[in-house]
């Protein structure tokens, strides 16, 4: 059974960090990424790495701020949050996919076939 389990959201001051993890089970995956879901809006995209290493791709929002990483003996994938602004404020969800996907693809929820449950991360100004 494929299971993605998130953790390390919580409650944090505008300017302060968040290390989000995601231990992944069940089998591998060729790519991973974490997307993010406000109330009221639809879920977007943040960042996305192959599980190889290689290239990263971040959302504009949180360039400079935000890196994903993985740690392959652990098959966990993390999200390192920096200088979070309230407008981070969201329910964070880590997927993966076992498909090869395109450069282009990796920023699209539908291409993702596994989800984590989402952990809540919420900034204060």
């Known amino acids: 059974q494929v299971q993605l389990v998130e953790s390390g959201g919580g409650l944090v001051q505008a300017g302060g960090s968040l290390r989000l993890s995601c231990v992944a089970s069940?089998?591998?995956?060729?790519?991973y990424a974490w997307f993010r879901q406000a109330p009221g809006k639809e879920r977007e995209f943040v960042a996305a790495?192959?599980?190889?290493?290689?290239?990263?791709y971040y959302a504009d929002s949180v360039k400079g701020r935000f890196t994903i990483s993985r740690d392959m003996a652990k098959n966990t994938v993390y999200l390192q949050m920096n200088s979070l602004k309230p407008e981070d404020t969201a329910a964070y969800y880590c997927?993966?996919?076992?498909?090869?996907?395109?450069?282009?693809?990796?920023?699209?929820?539908?291409?993702?076939?596994?989800w984590g449950q989402g952990t809540q991360v919420t900034v204060s100004s």
């Open positions: 790495k192959s599980w190889s290493g290689g290239n990263t």
């Open positions: 997927a993966a996919t076992a498909r090869a996907l395109a450069p282009g693809a990796r920023q699209v929820a539908g291409a993702y076939e596994y």
């Open positions: 069940g089998r591998t995956f060729s790519s």
